[in-house]
C-alpha cells in the first residue's frame, strides 16, 4: 500500500496566529513530499517540493517565510502556515513519493479556515 | 498560463454507458501523464497513467489514450457506475515514469455525474 495522512483534516484559527499542519506517509518512505493548495472549483496548485533533509523548493509566488516547510524525516513533512490570514483560507493537501513509483500519493487533505 | 486544460467543467452520464473525460496540454516537453480521481474534501486518488511512448493504457474499465500531435489524452469509463461520480483530473509532468520528482501540472478538473 501507499497511504498518506494528514493532520488535522481541518482547522480554524484566528487571523494573526500559526498553524502547523502534518503529512505523513504511513508505510512507505517519502524522500519528497509536495504541498498543494486548492481554491474552490479550481485546481491544484503546487506550492513547494520538500526533501527529506534539506530546504524545500518552493514555487513563484509562494512566500517561504509564511509557509514554513520542514520534512525531518522519511515519513513526516511539516506546513506552518504563519501569521495567518483569511485569504490563506484554503484546502491543504500534500502528497508523498514513494521511492521507485512514478505516482505521487496524495493525503486527504486539510481545511484551513482563518477567521 | 494553463498549461493543461480541461474545457469541459462538467459531464454527464447514463449509467452503464461509456465516459469520455478530454484534456489537452501546450507543454511539448510533458511526456509522462495521469488521472486521478477526487471526491469533495479528500485527496486526489490515483487512477491509471501513460507514458508518451505509448498511445494506449487500459486498467480495467479505465482506458487512457495519447494523441502526441494533439497534445490530447483522454480517459474512458466503460461502463460508467454511480461510484465513478467524482471531479476527474488530468495530470502531466515531464522527465517520463522516472520523473516522479518533477512538477506536476494538473488540470483544472472535470466533473463526472453518472445517473442510474
Known amino acids: 500500500g501507499a497511504v498518506v495522512s494528514q493532520h488535522p483534516s481541518w482547522v480554524i484559527c484566528k487571523s494573526g496566529t500559526s498553524v502547523k499542519i502534518e503529512c505523513r506517509s504511513l508505510?512507505?518512505?517519502?524522500?519528497?513530499m509536495f504541498w498543494y493548495r486548492q481554491f474552490p472549483k479550481q485546481s491544484l496548485m503546487l506550492m513547494a517540493t520538500s526533501n527529506e533533509g534539506s530546504k524545500a523548493t518552493y514555487e513563484q509566488g509562494v512566500e517561504k517565510d509564511k509557509f514554513l516547510i520542514n520534512h525531518a524525516s522519511l515519513t513526516l513533512s511539516t506546513l506552518t502556515v504563519t501569521s495567518a490570514h483569511p485569504e490563506d483560507s484554503s484546502f491543504y493537501i500534500c502528497?508523498?513519493?514513494?521511492?521507485?513509483?512514478?505516482?505521487?500519493?496524495f493525503g486527504p487533505g486539510t481545511r484551513l479556515t482563518v477567521t | 498560463d494553463q498549461q493543461v486544460k480541461q474545457n469541459s467543467p462538467s459531464l454527464s452520464v447514463q449509467e452503464g454507458r461509456i465516459s469520455i473525460l478530454n484534456c489537452d496540454y501546450t507543454n511539448s516537453m510533458f511526456d509522462y501523464f495521469l488521472w486521478y480521481k477526487k471526491y469533495p474534501a479528500e485527496g486526489p486518488t490515483f487512477l491509471i497513467s501513460i507514458s508518451s511512448i505509448k498511445d494506449k493504457n487500459e486498467d480495467g474499465r479505465f482506458t487512457v489514450f495519447l494523441n502526441k500531435s494533439a497534445k490530447h489524452l483522454s480517459l474512458h469509463i466503460v461502463p460508467s457506475q454511480p461510484g465513478d461520480s467524482a471531479v476527474y483530473f488530468c495530470?502531466?509532468?515531464?522527465?517520463?515514469?522516472?520523473?516522479?520528482?518533477?512538477?506536476?501540472?494538473f488540470g483544472t478538473g472535470t466533473l463526472l455525474a453518472v445517473q442510474p
Open positions: 508505510d512507505f518512505q517519502a524522500t519528497t
Open positions: 495530470a502531466a509532468r515531464p522527465g517520463g515514469y522516472g520523473g516522479a520528482t518533477n512538477k506536476l501540472i
Open positions: 502528497s508523498a513519493l514513494k521511492q521507485g513509483m512514478g505516482e505521487q500519493y
